[in-house]
DNA sequence: GTCTATAAAGTGATAGAC
DNA sequence: GTCTATCACTTTATAGAC
């Protein structure tokens, strides 16, 4: 093996763990098999890593991040917000069905983050990553298409990121895509009814949508973008 | 160890892995601490069980089945059709809140299943038994507060399906009880716009929603029950 | 029927030769 | 810096004594 820095080694060995967790599981993920897709002895990776644990640390921030980036690109040209919300939902969609593999390994690094002491804050931190990208992608596009939410951002963002996790969860099962795009059919339909023309005259009050400012959650306001 | 029928070793062994997997996961869950939880010798393990994955076949089939029966009797005396989704709605959430670890099993198994060979059919069982239990209280639910949804019982059901994974998946993951209440009462609002009140010169074409018998999944119709 | 003892294979991590 | 060889431990599964 020629001679590459710490930091080339460890980036290796988390695109080889990842490549392994795709195609067969969390579980399948022992430093060996993660060595050897790297193409490397057993030994380089705690060389590069104090622990395995250490390794699947920087393996969801790593994927989470570049999730974070690969969806944010996916903002179409739709100008009504039904078919922006319908497309993005396909796009995020026709990447789980190109590597399912990969949005398996999502769920399974959740779990196994769960269950591991010293990564319970990671699921927070990769859900928070999945609420922003919705967010940002709910407000340029109904920037886009001259509309408002009804209901305050980080809801509507809570509400799309469940749909595609159950979404997704509904097709790793069952592997019907008739009843997938049926289900994004409806999803769309829905949230297209949480979104009202703007309002000119719009008071410009909490453009965030941030959770920490609202005065009650009980009450519903009326507009928010 | 007294004497016990292989039925009724196998059934302490099935409860005994899933106290197991719900304080410890899926991982944890080793022929030894299935065998230590049900207080029995290794050795009973694999006299009642070929292997390790019969075990999680049976497993999962037993848990289903239970789930299903107790979701089956969370039907309330709510007349109309928003309050009545929205305390099924609760009624599931407070089970996930009461016992998490139970719920993450149930995801872990799906995972689980997903990732080894002879036990890949077990997922599509276990969302057609959550479909099914879907079904089954919406259709009463749509009865008692005398409405139809408006969309094939099927539809509406994967909604609800989808929109109760990914609540748990993102209580799970951080656990904010306020955010996971404002979820569950857009849910509710969004599947309330389904039902529209019972006309009473109504066809009754294709009372059960079966996919089977859809004409045309392009057209979306107006009258179902 | 029941259980101790052990086989056979795999695991994360490391010592120490080069 | 790199890698072979190995440690200490855990896993599933089974042989064979009682």
Same mark, same amino acid.
Do not use: C
């Given at each position: 093996?020629?001679?590459? /820095?710490? %930091? *080339?080694?460890?980036?290796?060995?988390?695109?080889?763990? #990842?490549?392994?967790?795709?195609?067969?599981?969390?579980?399948? &993920?022992?430093?060996?098999?993660?060595?050897?897709?790297?193409?490397?002895?057993?030994?380089?990776?705690?060389?590069?890593?104090?622990? !395995?644990? *250490?390794?699947?640390?920087?393996?969801?921030?790593?994927?989470?991040?570049?999730?974070?980036?690969?969806?944010?690109?996916? #903002?179409?040209?739709?100008?009504?917000?039904?078919?922006?919300?319908?497309?993005?939902?396909?796009? +995020?969609?026709?990447?789980?069905?190109? $590597?399912?593999?990969? *949005?398996?390994?999502?769920? $399974?690094?959740?779990? +196994? &983050?769960?269950?591991?002491?010293?990564?319970?804050?990671?699921?927070?931190?990769? +859900?928070?990553?999945? +609420? %922003?990208?919705?967010?940002?992608? #709910?407000?340029?596009?109904? &920037?886009?298409?001259?509309?408002?939410?009804?209901?305050?951002?980080?809801?509507?963002?809570?509400?799309?990121?469940?749909?595609?996790?159950? #979404?997704?969860?509904?097709?790793?099962?069952?592997?019907?895509?008739?009843? &997938?795009?049926?289900?994004?059919? /409806?999803?769309?339909?829905?949230?297209?009814?949480?979104? *009202?023309?703007? /309002?000119?005259?719009?008071?410009?009050?909490?453009?965030?949508?941030?959770?920490?400012?609202?005065?009650?959650?009980? /009450? !519903?306001?009326?507009?928010?973008?």
């Amino acid at each position: 093996m020629t001679r590459l /820095s710490a %930091e *080339e080694r460890r980036s290796a060995l988390v695109q080889a763990a #990842l490549r392994v967790i795709a195609r067969r599981g969390v579980t399948a &993920a022992t430093t060996r098999a993660i060595a050897a897709e790297a193409g490397m002895p057993l030994a380089s990776f705690h060389y590069a890593f104090r622990s !395995r644990d *250490e390794l699947i640390r920087e393996l969801v921030a790593i994927v989470v991040e570049s999730e974070r980036l690969a969806t944010m690109k996916s #903002l179409t040209a739709d100008v009504d917000i039904r078919s922006a919300v319908r497309a993005g939902l396909q796009a +995020y969609f026709d990447l789980v069905v190109t $590597e399912p593999g990969r *949005e398996q390994a999502m769920f $399974e690094l959740l779990h +196994y &983050a769960l269950r591991t002491p010293g990564l319970g804050d990671l699921p927070r931190a990769q +859900y928070e990553s999945y +609420y %922003e990208v919705a967010r940002v992608l #709910l407000r340029e596009g109904a &920037a886009r298409a001259n509309v408002t939410w009804t209901l305050p951002l980080d809801e509507v963002a809570k509400l799309v990121v469940s749909l595609t996790d159950g #979404l997704t969860l509904g097709w790793l099962a069952d592997r019907d895509d008739a009843a &997938a795009a049926r289900l994004m059919d /409806s999803a769309a339909d829905f949230l297209a009814t949480l979104a *009202e023309p703007v /309002s000119h005259s719009e008071p410009v009050t909490d453009p965030q949508g941030n959770p920490d400012t609202q005065p009650d959650p009980k /009450s !519903r306001p009326e507009e928010h973008s």
